[in-house]
């Protein structure tokens, strides 16, 4: 044991706690519309902002001070060994990295792969020992200079050969390690200037490396899904999985529409000008939901500020979207979040974990129980029930625009609108949140 | 003749000109790559914002003072001669309508539709004589509280059937007027709140509307576009038709992304988040380029503001991605702009409308000198060359991601990255507007 | 009583009511912090939204069908009688006007002042019956077509002239009703261009104006407060009164910061780029809280919604800063709030300010219990302990850089950080709402 | 001389030149407005984005190799070198710096001293050999993990005082230097989360601060301007100087309106809500106008991208305001302006500032152009000229609300609106740009 959270005990269900370093609501083994919450929220922590980020933003370096800063095979090593003992301390089921927050940076392709190989087997241990299961795997194809125009779709081919290989190390090493799902965040995938950029060919490029990682998917027999994480800018000034509807778009074009589905994070929701449920029901309505990034925003903000989620009604209208989609499969709630650089201390570390898990556990049960009143999907259904009749469905099989302006003429169709109740709806849903 | 630009006299080039009542740089007939100006540029003059708008924002009611204002259909024909005055002084070769920018509401569909047809007529004659063509006519499906939830997107099966109806007659207004193009814009096609919303009944919805007008207009033998216009909100506070990437996903997804294209607004570009160039260059890039509105929004203000272009700079690079796709074919230059609400002179609206003109020319001027030049693409091909080589052609066409990787630790790749001179590429621009 | 809330019975507070015609939150006589909810809360129901507007947008017209619609003084006192019917179903202690939401536009100021004072007579009336009281009058110096370059900046004297007249008939009307509060909101006072206008000229118009407001409200013996009430932009591009800070700086410019407070709406607060509690907050830092308008902006949307209120949690947050300041003198709680343009019904209006007002019940008691804790405040006081030395309050009154520089060269004075807990105090909120 | 530059000549005033190492409008000696260009233009260097800046951004470390990268004294004064280097091939007549960007970072205070005052030393051999002289220092009191909560409003007074301590000896410097002003911006002066804020406390620590500031300088005889940089977030949430009004009412607040000014950002302008011309228009309206920093936003990103200006239209509108309120006194117009990463090359950094300052001569000769034709302040006084007759400067000196209530009466005011003819100014400005 390392003395790193020295003094907090793993935490307990105890919804009279005096403290945040405990659980007020997230109960994993109580009963949700049937399924143990757990099994529900899936949890999953990030390794990047959790270990490897450092405290630094645009105007200033490093705030934190951790033990196991710097680039040794070791000091891996150690932050793999603090990161299971956070772990133990959170219980959550699962846990998420990219390849350069577990290994040290090599010199090149190969020392790289050497490096990640030997930490994968040193996680696996740790896995097998009884640690949380691997939600998804991803390769950081952004941090790197040499990935400074993008890796897919990047102007020099060599570039686009690294970064397949580099995926293709990833997606063997999230293979071994038991992944469920193996996500693409493309966050140079874009341009910082269109006077620079070819967007036909960084297209298509697109579209290959994309094909590609199905392609390898399947050749090695990997059963988890792909993923890809719609972002519409930052770092970049336009990045091209934009938003959900961008990425559908995508995934028709090439045909993948049934292989790749979504990671939807409520950060990047908002900077694309949606909120998050909406992300959710499009990708649900598409057909391509898959898991969430749990961290908000600040509306205030125009970047990407990661924040620990902490309006239960918001979560709550997440989680609803969700569960009227069937819930996860393979996916999960990955908090994608890091602590405010001033949030210096490893208990800060935990208390954000948990009381982001129970507001999550809080938004799950309302959710489940607007589902279970039913009276949203009620009014729903009666709003849309005029599309029951016969003429109605008719329009949508077999109507013309000639056809309808006959009947509309004929039958002196003259609708009368009928209210939204909006209000009332907010109502509805604030009795539950 | 009315009195009502009583003083101004048709528009002369005149590149010297004391006031703003000429034209110092548009000259219809100057040859520019090849083309007289006029032919690429292929102005119109909306109907709405000239002629039905009344000044009125969501704090005040109506500042314009217009003697056709009113909803008689002896109103209507003298907004018609009075639109038909102002085209003679602009000399501009096109214009664009809505059916409620024309004819009177009706009661019902039927006097809507005769309405429609008898004012049709009544403008027909008018270009008859002599005046612009139609760029495009288009139904709208959003002012009046029937559509206040939708058209095609209505919960209510008859909502839908009136839409329908409704925009069979104005395409058949468009026919015969010899429209160039049919749009739609998709107002209220959207929700304002998703807990009254079905996204995937509205989506199926929105997909069989749009087939049927692509029928109807195979039917009737049409051979103008069909064109949809994108924006992302405003007035609901979710569009379903939200940017040129969103469009292009449900036009895929519906087959018909060989048979409508993108009508795209500087305005709604970036209200998407978008430049305008980006939207241009998307669509290009997509193919289903088709044509523009050219119209600014302040970028301060987060709502439409529909100003005219005034930013020479801005708009060269809109016009460059156009010609560098190609030009229009079937499209133009429409000036969705209003003027403010302040501008309460006649005189204000012939200037506005000028002076538009002239930044569009200066920026196609700028533009065509750009291409050229071939500064830009000389630099952004180079910038791909690696691409030609077969090694980089194999990793598009065969590839995979073992044996990019195998070649990756083979040759021991591991670029170095290269400038993107975007800077310079800005200064090169700099020499041209 | 006329017929229109037909139906709909005086509101009761019914924790377990089945539907959202009660209130399960809001209980008048409940003791919070030693005072009755209703004497925190002091509701107040907004007459424009409520009975004037008529549910147009800039891309639509009217939708709602209000029988007191039209503009003659019949129609405003049957709207005057469905008010305070409204207002007896409700039972909230207040409500605000201007004063062209209840008296018909005259042909003049002359014909204006003896509508608004018969309409006053009307009112006065029904206030003496047992109907609310008024916490502030208004003047609307925005909607009419002479106000469109603003009131007190206008370019035109007249303008302001007329203006200034308005004020003093509204000033004498609220006077006569009681007014709590005097409220200015300038719309038009700003500017669209910066090309036209003459920023000085205006706003030293804009301080006599102001000024002028302070002296009358003396001269006839007025003991409210003067409010101006913050806004960014909207009509205008750009609007003097732009946030609560910027406020300040006039008050201070002209000598006012003594005489007059601010009215703050969360919508202002947001486009201004500012959460509402910060303002607030802000607002009780420089001694100028006065009053809230209750109503939410959606957060993907760039222009005014005036949405009710429905997320608990940053209610909470506006109730505590609002607690932490004392509570309203003067001020009340006011829901300048309208309903969604598709929600049509009468019931739409009371449910939608039943649920507003179980909100703001609800985040008055959450911020009353963590006040009563004392938890957040017991954190922030330690974390500025440090400023009670003898050192720390002589750099404060008598430091200077050189006597500080020594010190912290004699003492070596080098300063570690300490952790700022944004999310254990969160977590601490979420306990309470 | 270092090899960095190697083969980049000193830029000559070229109309005609090939490429963009050359000025094609900026000459220095050129006449505009009875003024040397240069002495108007003012053109300054920031030595942190040029020389410190690494090419990170969050996403992604350095991208920029620099043989100075390091933080030895040796390589201090080599970064210190190729600095007056670039000067001279520039020829800009001043620098910027904070002490950061020069020294570098010592174990405490004592240390920081000595560093500084060694390189300030080795600086201004530098500038005595013939360099450009400093158009003003700072001190950075945001990047260290000390100030993570702020400088002057650190809840730690220890932190307020190694502050204090560290802009002594920045004014120290800067004053040694001959810098023509001092600025403060203050980065982190503002907060994450007003949970665990105390404004009241805060406001009153920076007002202190500056105070002393203000104090120093009297006393040592420093006869430059102390100016304040507004920007309204990032990397807080909220910061303290958001934009000039905000200033002014700080300023005002603490009796400091006549000894401070500010230094307007463009980027910073936009993040605010504003135009860069407003926030300058404002300034000169109150008083406090110094100096600007001209760099740009992209319109599309929600943080600070800090890009060198390259709209002229833009640009003139900024130098318009400037010039109309006289010019520079002490200030001037420095780049803060840093390069994309991906523009790696010595050359890009040389082709970047001289591209900028052609823009800036374009903009500077066009609005004084504009200033000399006069047409636009003759509409504007145009505009005003009601207000100049008796009565209405009655209103504005003796006038009451009763006064000119009853003059409206008696006089039957009724003023009629004038149109306020925005596009045709803005016609009339696209004659100039």
Known sequence: MTAFFEGIAPLAYAP??????????????????????ED??????????????????????????????????????????????????????????????????????AENTRNL???????????????????????????????????ATNPDPDVFAFG?????????????????????????EGYETLLNTDLGRESEQMGRFLSMVVEYKHKIGFDGTILIEPKPQEP?????????STVYGTLKRFGLENEVKVNIEQGHAILAGHSFEHEIATAA???????????????????????????????????????RAGGYTTGGTNFDSKLRRQSLDPAD??????????????????????????GLETRRAARYAGWDSVEAQEMLTSGTLESIAERVTREAINPAPVSGQQERLENWVNRFV
């Open 16 to 37: 009279d706690a005096g403290d945040d370093l405990a659980f007020r609501h997230y109960n994993p083994d109580e009963i949700v519309l049937g399924k143990r919450m």
């Open 40 to 109: 529900h929220l899936r949890f999953a922590v990030a390794w990047w902002h959790s270990f490897a980020w450092e405290g630094g933003d645009p105007f200033g370096g490093r705030t934190f001070e951790r033990p196991w800063f710097g680039s040794t095979m070791d000091l891996a090593k150690l932050k793999a060994d603090v990161a299971f003992e956070m772990f133990a301390i959170l219980g959550q089921p699962f846990f998420c990295f990219h390849d350069v927050d577990i290994r040290p940076e090599g010199a090149d392709f």
């Open 117 to 151: 190989e030997e930490i994968v087997d040193y996680i696996g241990e740790k896995m097998a020992a009884g640690g949380p299961k691997l939600l998804w795997g991803t390769a950081n194809l952004f941090s790197h200079r040499r990935f400074m125009s993008g890796a």
């Open 164 to 188: 397949a290989a580099t995926v293709k190390t990833c997606m063997d090493a999230t293979h071994k390690l038991g992944g469920a799902n193996y996500v693409l965040w493309g966050g140079r």
């Open 236 to 244: 970049t000034k336009h990045q091209y999985d934009y938003d959900v």
């Open 285 to 323: 309505a598409l057909g391509i939901f898959g898991s969430i990034d749990m961290n908000r925003n600040d509306y205030q903000s125009g970047w990407d500020t990661d924040q620990f989620p902490n309006n239960v009604p918001e979560v709550a209208l997440a989680y609803y979207e969700i569960l």
């Open 349 to 374: 570390l935990i208390a954000a974990h948990a009381g982001a898990m129970d507001v999550c556990a809080r938004g799950l049960k309302a959710a489940a129980a607007m589902l279970e009143d039913g």
